[in-house]
């Protein structure tokens, strides 16, 4: 059993959560209402610009942590591009703030509702993506949802996250324009 801590209470918190404890993983859920002691792994379910006051409280104690970043870096007052430099991703911006953490970008290009129901569009399985560049880290993360109905795929090192966070903008664009359902979307198959 690992313990898990989750920032945020959403609807992307709440599906990460419940797949944790598919796999008998002890959660708990910080807020900016409570606080809580950090487990092992602490993902970061809120949106992006809401990184900075997260690792300005707690920083010092997210040092050691394996942290996962689920943020996709939109710009929300035009939903039309990432705000970060080409060459680069949040997961790495968030890596030089946590140098004495693992930084693992995941669950980025899943919608909350394939999360719950473990399926894309009804039909296949949800793959939740994984980029880092510590392996261990990311068996930890496969090990921890060993129970669950997601398929787990490493993409490679953290340089990966550009994509991800490329394919989660992409996806995101598509369901805001109805091209897609929000329990649609990108999946991975063998």
Do not use: C
């Amino acid at each position: 059993m690992m313990n898990i801590t989750i920032f945020g209470k959403g609807n992307m918190s709440q599906a990460i959560q419940g797949n944790f404890e598919a796999s008998g993983s002890k959660i708990n859920v910080v807020t900016r209402e409570n606080d809580a002691a950090l487990g092992d792994i602490v993902v970061l379910a809120v949106p992006y610009p809401a990184v900075d006051d997260i690792i300005a409280r707690y920083g010092e104690q997210l040092a050691g942590k394996i942290v996962i970043d689920i943020t996709n870096p939109l710009n929300f007052e035009t939903f039309d591009e990432l705000i970060v430099p080409a060459d680069g991703s949040a997961a790495q911006e968030i890596q030089a703030k946590l140098p004495n953490s693992t930084l693992v970008k995941g669950f980025n290009t899943n919608f909350a509702s394939t999360l719950a129901t473990g399926k894309v569009a009804d039909a296949a399985q949800t793959t939740v993506l994984l980029a880092s560049d510590s392996a261990d880290a990311k068996a930890k993360i496969a090990e921890a949802l060993t129970g669950s109905s997601l398929n787990i795929v490493d993409t490679g090192a953290l340089k990966r996250a550009r994509e991800l966070e490329s394919i989660g903008f992409l996806q995101l664009t598509l369901a805001a324009g109805e091209t897609i359902n929000w329990n649609g979307g990108f999946s991975l198959h063998k």
